[in-house]
Every structure is written in structure tokens, then in C-alpha cells.
């Protein structure tokens, strides 16, 4: 079946601007998980969705970033007045509930580039 | 908290050589690890995952690794490298407790196979 998608898989945009990240889950899947990747690093957690809800976001670096699962499958991850900072490809995942047996499936990332 | 750490950044081998990819965890509680791989501009696959079952785990294509408690070790190896294999590997712990089964990644080991 269909894996996680993410869009769009590229994003150059300028300092200051607002972008929004979209991740389509497996469906069917309850969990989802939003993380960062910099360059020459692992990816670091962001924030985790159990149904509609926002369970975890302690990895959120800042109030410019939000993320929202309004119908309990697809996210928009989404960055207000970014910075160069924040330049990274940011990866979404998905599993069925988000138990400690689970196993998260990635999406390909978007590489968001910060001018 | 747990955390993982990969010895080396980069590690290189001869197609047909063994490969072993060094890993150490820390954990308060018996952990579940993972390895995960990430092939150029494609997103992270899971390679395999120990939950507390078999302490030698076998995962795809060939890799396989071991849990040792006694030296807080889950070395990734494989008894003949492919070209194929050339990517980026993470080995990663899920945290234990709180609302979220978040993965904690390690910073990764880049594995080049010569011909």
C-alpha cells in the first residue's frame, strides 16, 4: 500500500516568510510524528499526534513553529517568520497507535531552504 | 533519559567485506532500539528493531545485530557488503515514558562501499 507522502519535497523560500509542510499518513494509522534533520545530524523529535490531538510537542524549538491534525490524518507542519536557522529537511511519520511496539514508517522528507 | 551513541561518522569497506557499524545505548530501563537506514534522497527505512525478544535480531537485507546488556552495545553487521548498501545508518532508542514513543536518534555513520 501507499507509504507516508510529504509535500512538497522541496521548499526554497526568504527569511520572514511563512511556509506550511503537509504529510499524508499511512492510512489508517492514529500516530504521527514530525521531526527536523540538519545537515550532517540525526533527525531530532518535533512533535507527536495521537487521533486530532497534539499528545507531545516538547521538541517544538519555538512558538513560530505549530502543528495542526484537524481531521486525525493528514499534518501541516507549519513555521511563521522563518529563519535561516531553520533551513533542514523535515520528515513526517506514521504508525498504527503509537505503542511502544510500533513501528514508525518515514515519509521521504521536504528540504526546506531559508534565504 | 536515553540516548545513543554512534562511534563512528564514516566507515569504509571493500564490496564482498564484512561490515559492522558500532553502537551504544543508554537507558535507565530495557531499551528498544533500532536501526534505520537512509538512502540518498530517500526517506528513513526501518533495517530492524530489538524489543526485549531474541537478543540477535535479524532485519533486511542481510544485516543483522546484536543486544549486549553487559556492554550497553547494538552493533549493525553483515558478512559481505554490496554496493547497494552504500547509505546512511541511524541507530536509534525509543524513549520510555511520557505521553510520547518518540524516537531518539543517533548522528549517524555513513557507509561507503568501494568496489
Known amino acids: 500500500g501507499a507509504g507516508v507522502s510529504q509535500t512538497p519535497s522541496n521548499k526554497v523560500t526568504e527569511k520572514g516568510k511563512y511556509v506550511e509542510l503537509r504529510c499524508d499518513p499511512i492510512?489508517?494509522?492514529?500516530?504521527l510524528y514530525w521531526y527536523r534533520q540538519s545537515l550532517g545530524q540525526g533527525p531530532e523529535f518535533l512533535i507527536y499526534?495521537?487521533?486530532?490531538?497534539?499528545?507531545?510537542d516538547s521538541g517544538l524549538p519555538n512558538d513560530r513553529f505549530f502543528a495542526v491534525r484537524p481531521e486525525g490524518s493528514v499534518s501541516t507542519l507549519k513555521i511563521q517568520r522563518t529563519e535561516r536557522g531553520d533551513s533542514a529537511v523535515y520528515l513526517c511519520a506514521s504508525s498504527s497507535f503509537g505503542g511502544d511496539t510500533d513501528t514508525q514508517y518515514f515519509g521521504p522528507g521536504t528540504r526546506l531552504t531559508v534565504l | 533519559a536515553q540516548s545513543v551513541t554512534q562511534l563512528d561518522s564514516h566507515v569504509s569497506v571493500s564490496e564482498g567485506t564484512p561490515v559492522l557499524l558500532r553502537c551504544n545505548y543508554s537507558?535507565?530501563?530495557?531499551?528498544?532500539l533500532f536501526w534505520y537506514v537512509q538512502h540518498p534522497n530517500k526517506g528513513l527505512q526501518l533495517l530492524l528493531k530489538y524489543t526485549s525478544a531474541a537478543t540477535l535480531v535479524k532485519g533486511i537485507n542481510g544485516f543483522e545485530a546484536e543486544f549486549k546488556k553487559s556492554e550497553t552495545s547494538f552493533h549493525l553487521t553483515k558478512p559481505s557488503a554490496h554496493m547497494s548498501d552504500a547509505a546512511e545508518y541511524f541507530c536509534?532508542?525509543?524513549?520510555?515514558?511520557?505521553?510520547?514513543?518518540?524516537?531518539?536518534f543517533g548522528t549517524g555513520t555513513l557507509l561507503a562501499v568501494q568496489p
Open positions: 537507558s535507565s530501563y530495557s531499551p528498544s
Open positions: 492510512s489508517g494509522h492514529t500516530a
Open positions: 499526534f495521537q487521533g486530532t490531538g497534539a499528545a507531545d
Open positions: 536509534v532508542v525509543r524513549n520510555y515514558g511520557g505521553a510520547t514513543n518518540k524516537l531518539i
